[in-house]
Nanobody
Framework: QVQLVESGGGLVQAGGSLRLSCAASGRTFGSNSMGWFRQAPGNEREFVAA????????YYADSVKGRFTISRDNAKNTVYLQMNSLKPEDTAVYYCAARTLVVPTTLRRGYNYWGQGTQVTVSS
């Protein structure tokens, strides 16, 4: 069982930055690939970024590529999402997800555990 807790959301102006954190429970964190997803009101949850268990391989949605960076610190059981050049379109609840394989996926159904989400609001 893996429990995830996101933090770091907030209100920022367009062009600003935020760093989200996701703290994971368990002793096998390095065996879990991790993902970030987001969901705006009225929309489906969409893929944002993913990282392999060892942190050596990353994937990004086209909408955030070049602006967001996913990383992890396995010694701290934590995954991060650095968000730069934020746009109003990035406004959403951001969710951290864990997968019981070291190789990540962009698909929601590929993740086994989910955090409660953290709100990110970008004003224009």
């Amino acid at each position: 069982q893996v429990q995830l807790v996101e933090s770091g959301g907030g209100l920022v102006q367009a062009g600003g930055s935020l760093r989200l954190s996701c703290a994971a429970s368990g002793r096998t964190f390095g065996s879990n690939s991790m993902g970030w997803f987001r969901q705006a009101p009225g929309n489906e949850r969409e893929f944002v970024a993913a990282i392999s268990g060892g942190g050596g391989r990353t994937y990004y949605a086209d909408s955030v590529k070049g602006r967001f960076t996913i990383s992890r610190d396995n010694a701290k059981n934590t995954v991060y999402l650095q968000m730069n050049s934020l746009k109003p379109e990035d406004t959403a609840v951001y969710y951290c997800a864990a997968r019981t394989l070291v190789v990540p996926t962009t698909l929601r159904r590929g993740y086994n555990y989910w955090g409660q989400g953290t709100q990110v609001t970008v004003s224009s």
